[in-house]
């Protein structure tokens, strides 16, 4: 069976392609650049597809012979729950057997756009006769790596809400081993399964785990200008992340997986790791 895996060249959902080809499975990767398809291929894909979201011809062709899909949608695009109810019905089109969607931890919160855009494409593909599987990650471990220089050069970690908010966290490598369990496997059929690593950190915390990992203090400070101007949807994002955080439970990962999920300690020394093999190579 080829399984079709949107979002390959990302600095997320590439992680699903080597786990898939880890299980020997055979992946069409879709790019949108033509210079991606390199990438894709060293990370395990068999073939590879180049196209927009957007148009309904390269999702046909992309598409074609296809038993399952890995879907994600690209942060923040224009009009997303439109744009994922299309690949839905190409989806349906096609004649594909399954979909599995790596959506976000509670689609509900309507007031957050990135969250609420998620919901319309899952009732699609509920209104489907699709088999499916539902990912509900919580944030990225790997959102720190865009923080991650001024971190080791200034000792700072900021961040545009309050020190006190508290969030569950994941490896998107773990969601990605999940993903390619429900691609694979018929035990993650018809599940909708919320994805959090263990504990609820605020950024006290999270600074605190750097300096030990750094062996420097990191001190933390709140900065609402941290990422520069934002769109409205994205500032929305900061303001309930201010009020109320996003928490989940870690028990369904857990047991998926059937091991401890990696732990953002783990995580920032591969960080730091990196600094240091970049360092020596430069020396």
């Given at each position: 069976?080829?399984?079709?895996?949107?979002?390959?060249?990302?600095?997320?959902?590439?992680?699903?392609?080597?786990?898939?080809?880890?299980?020997?499975?055979?992946?069409?990767?879709?790019?949108?650049?033509?210079?991606?398809?390199?990438?894709?291929?060293?990370?395990?894909?068999?073939?590879?597809?180049?196209?927009?979201?957007?148009?309904?011809?390269?999702?046909?062709?992309?598409?074609?012979?296809?038993?399952?899909?890995?879907?994600?949608?690209?942060?923040?695009?224009?009009?997303?729950?439109?744009?994922?109810?299309?690949?839905?019905?190409?989806?349906?089109?096609?004649?594909?057997?399954?979909?599995v969607?790596?959506?976000?931890?509670?689609?509900?919160?309507?007031?957050?756009?990135?969250?609420?855009?998620?919901?319309?494409?899952?009732?699609?593909?509920?209104?489907?006769?699709?088999?499916y599987?539902?990912?509900?990650?919580?944030?990225?471990?790997?959102?720190?790596?865009?923080?991650?220089?001024?971190?080791?050069k200034?000792?700072?970690?900021?961040?545009?809400?309050?020190?006190?908010?508290?969030?569950?966290?994941?490896?998107?490598?773990?969601?990605?081993?999940?993903?390619?369990?429900?691609?694979?496997?018929?035990?993650?059929?018809?599940?909708?399964?919320?994805?959090?690593?263990?504990?609820?950190?605020?950024?006290l915390?999270?600074?605190?785990?750097?300096?030990?990992?750094?062996?420097?203090?990191?001190?933390?400070?709140?900065?609402?200008?941290?990422?520069?101007?934002?769109?409205?949807?994205?500032?929305?994002?900061?303001?309930?992340?201010?009020?109320?955080?996003?928490?989940?439970?870690?028990?369904t990962?857990?047991?998926?997986?059937?091991?401890?999920?990696?732990?953002?300690?783990?995580?920032?020394?591969?960080?730091?790791?990196?600094?240091?093999?970049?360092?020596?190579?430069?020396?």
């Open positions: 069976m080829m399984i079709l895996a949107f979002g390959a060249a990302g600095n997320f959902a590439g992680s699903v392609i080597p786990a898939l080809a880890a299980r020997g499975a055979r992946v069409r990767a879709f790019v949108r650049k033509p210079e991606q398809a390199e990438l894709v291929r060293r990370h395990g894909a068999t073939e590879v597809a180049i196209g927009d979201l957007r148009d309904r011809a390269a999702l046909d062709g992309a598409l074609k012979d296809v038993g399952a899909v890995f879907y994600i949608a690209p942060a923040f695009i224009p009009a997303e729950a439109d744009v994922g109810k299309k690949v839905v019905e190409a989806t349906i089109d096609a004649g594909v057997r399954r979909f969607f790596s959506a976000v931890i509670h689609p509900v919160l309507s007031d957050l756009v990135n969250h609420v855009a998620k919901a319309p494409v899952e009732e699609a593909v509920l209104n489907s006769g699709l088999e599987t539902f990912l509900h990650p919580a944030r990225y471990f790997q959102n720190y790596a865009a923080f991650w220089p001024k971190v080791v200034e000792g700072v970690l900021a961040e545009p809400w309050s020190s006190g908010t508290r969030f569950s966290l994941v490896d998107y490598r773990d969601v990605a081993e999940v993903a390619a369990i429900a691609l694979t496997e018929e035990r993650l059929l018809f599940g909708t399964f919320e994805l959090c690593a263990p504990g609820q950190l605020n950024r915390d999270v600074a605190a785990l750097m300096s030990d990992v750094l062996g420097h203090e990191v001190r933390e400070r709140r900065d609402p200008d941290v990422l520069g101007d934002v769109p409205p949807g994205l500032r929305a994002m900061f303001d309930h992340y201010d009020r109320h955080g996003l928490l989940g439970n870690p028990l990962l857990r047991a998926i997986l059937g091991r401890e999920p990696r732990s953002l300690r783990a995580y920032l020394e591969e960080l730091a790791q990196g600094d240091t093999a970049r360092s020596g190579e430069q020396g």
